[in-house]
């Protein structure tokens, strides 16, 4: 089990490897987030307990998390893993190096203004994407949690309460359930709850094996909403909106014709800021995706 200093000491060494040169190669198989690109430099390398942040040129961050059974190991390139293949979660590789990490729960990337997403400390949530994951758990949490005026959307990125949910299934998890993203979780069933959380771990882990993310089968692209902003809603016909909210300022989608669940209808909250033209940013995030990369 890894403790903070043996991360500490990981994450000199992959400083010493990995800082300053350019990436040949990245492969993650549970990636939830967008794809760090070829090419692109890694500038910094980062622990904070069992935490391990790697960041690059274009302010893409690699989060890991240790838990009990992660472990980053740095080989040689051509160098053979003492562990298999399997076993591994990220792998990153420039000329001289690879760096694998193994087993670890939790790989995410995300941009650096999401970065107040981190948790940093305290508790992380069951992690849906484990088979043996304590789903009533997760329910009870959701259920529990501090803030009732909390909206639903935010709260499924709540790494406290459950892990494995990134900007994507969020989407596509409240979609599925026709719960309005800005639902209080206050006003959350139990029963709705439970559909939550079971539509998130099935649809998280039908994903582990796939190069491409589908949550909607009869959906073109594999995804209901996210991405899909002005496209017609498969379930009603309505078109797919999007906008940023609240703290961590993300892109949602949703169906504002067909999930209307717990609607509070919040439409002039002030944190609910519409997205007329999206920004850059936001269109090279979109672009960055890795069923977008594919069209070109
Ligand atoms: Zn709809």
Redesign the pocket.
Known sequence: MPEGDTIHRTASALRTALGGKAMIRFDAPRLIGPVPQAGRTIEKVESHGKHLEIEWDNGMILHTHMRMSGSWHLYRQGEQWRRPYEQMRAAIENADWVAVCFNAPLVETYRRPDKRRHPGMGRLGPDLCKPDADLSLVVNLLLSFPDSEARIAEVLLDQRVMCGVGNVYRCEVLWATGISPFARVGDLSEADAVRIVNTAASQLRANLHHPRRVTANDVRGGLAVYGRNGQR?A????SVDMRRMGVHNRILYW?P???NHHDPRVANDPDDTPVMDPHPAAQRFLRDLPWNRDVV
Request: with cysteine; aromatic share 0%.
């Open positions: 809603c379930r009603c016909s309505g169906c014709g067909c999930q």
